[in-house]
């Protein structure tokens, strides 16, 4: 067993996904991304998550007039604002404490700050625990969803930007469900006045609670690593690759369409480890411990059964359409079951929450390329 060592802080991840991967994470954006926020009023959610922070990152080098970072989490916004400024005394009226799951906080907040351009990336991601707190998973992924979007729209925002998940493709577990959903509400919120789109995408390799952090958690400890299944395959991208495809792909957003990011191909993640343990000069034992409730045993980007992509003016990112018509009534669903999750047993929840997700299907049109 290899010596114990300090886990690796957030720049050491970053350069060792890059490295697992086998790519580097190159940043470049098109006239049209620098035109998109220049000069204009940005507001972006979940400011202090892994996305969320690196899309602050990004933007902030693309030159709006305004940065808004709104979170719920003020140890989140302190570390962030401690980053790109030198200090956290949070007195900056850009950092902004909200909560995504309050509509009425959300409704003041856009009325006062009248963004141009929003991204949502607020969400609960960790698949296990939201599929034994299913309520909460409605509540931060569809109320929020519903509450960002209806907020930003009413206020006259330009351009709305939801991110969702690989995982709302063919959805087995609360996670895909709530983000499914997300995306139809979001693409019910698509008019004349705003611009809408979902980007779609697999695991973000070194982001916070991420597999890789809890590998280099593990190996650092003198650990065991815990694997799910030896067969076990998922897409991965890096977090600079994952934001700036989403800020590129907010440049082709239209009427509610849902982008999808060209992952590569997926990857075994007993073969990442290997890779790890190889690039790091370490080795540990390997424990499988099942795949969990939810899981699946391989990913997929695109449900091929109701969804039909096409290709765009960018090499890396594709599209799914939707039909508006019957959109507008999701949202009577949607509000119900969002007021049902603070007021009744989480496995009634459970029950609307798939009830809902299974009948939404997404027509599959013979689509034009762009």
């Not at 979001?186 to 008019?191: D, F, G, L, V």
């Not at 993640?269 to 969990?292: M, N």
């Not at 999701?330 to 989480?346: G, M, R, S, Y």
Request: aromatic share 4%; charged share 20%; glycine share 8%.
């Amino acid at each position: 067993m290899s010596a114990v060592r300090k886990p690796r802080a957030r720049q050491g991840l970053l350069g060792l996904a890059s490295a697992l991967l086998g790519r580097e994470s190159e940043i470049v954006y098109g006239v049209e991304a620098r035109a998109m926020i220049e000069g204009r009023t940005v507001l972006v959610t979940g400011a202090g998550g892994s996305i969320g922070s690196e899309l602050v990152r990004q933007v902030r080098t693309l030159a709006p007039t305004h940065l808004y970072l709104v979170d719920h989490d003020e140890g989140a916004l302190h570390a962030l604002q401690l980053e790109l400024t030198g200090h956290g005394l949070l007195t900056d009226p850009h950092v902004v404490l909200a909560d995504v799951r309050n509509g009425s906080t959300m409704h003041r907040l856009m009325r006062k700050l009248r963004p141009d351009v929003v991204f949502h990336a607020a969400a609960h991601k960790h698949l296990p625990l939201l599929e034994r707190f299913p309520s909460e998973a409605v509540k931060a992924n569809v109320a929020g969803t519903h509450n960002v979007v209806a907020a930003a729209t009413a206020a006259g925002a330009g351009l709305v930007v939801n991110v969702s998940t690989d995982k709302a493709a063919d959805p087995t577990s609360v996670l895909g469900a709530t983000k499914k959903i997300a995306e139809e509400v979001a693409a019910a919120y698509s008019s004349l006045q705003t611009r809408v789109a979902s980007v779609r995408f697999g695991n973000v390799l070194g982001s916070r609670g991420s597999f890789l952090q809890s590998l280099d958690y593990q190996v650092t400890a003198g650990l065991p690593i815990t694997i799910t299944d030896p067969a076990v395959t998922r897409y991965f991208m890096t977090i600079p690759e994952a934001a700036a495809l989403v800020i590129e792909a907010a440049v082709l957003a239209r009427a509610g369409e849902t982008y999808v990011l060209d992952m590569g191909e997926p990857v075994a993640i007993v073969d990442l480890v290997q890779r790890y343990l190889a690039t790091t000069g370490t080795d540990a034992e390997i424990v499988f411990t099942g795949l969990r409730p939810g899981e699946k045993l391989r990913e997929k980007l695109v449900d091929n059964s109701v969804e039909v992509v096409s290709t765009t003016a960018h090499p890396r990112i594709t599209r799914i359409d939707r039909s508006h018509d019957g959109l507008p009534d999701i949202l009577d669903e949607v509000v119900a079951l969002c007021e049902n999750a603070t007021t009744i047993d989480p496995d009634e929840v459970l029950d609307q929450l798939w009830t809902l997700a299974d009948g939404i299907s997404t027509p599959a049109p013979v689509l034009a390329v762009a």
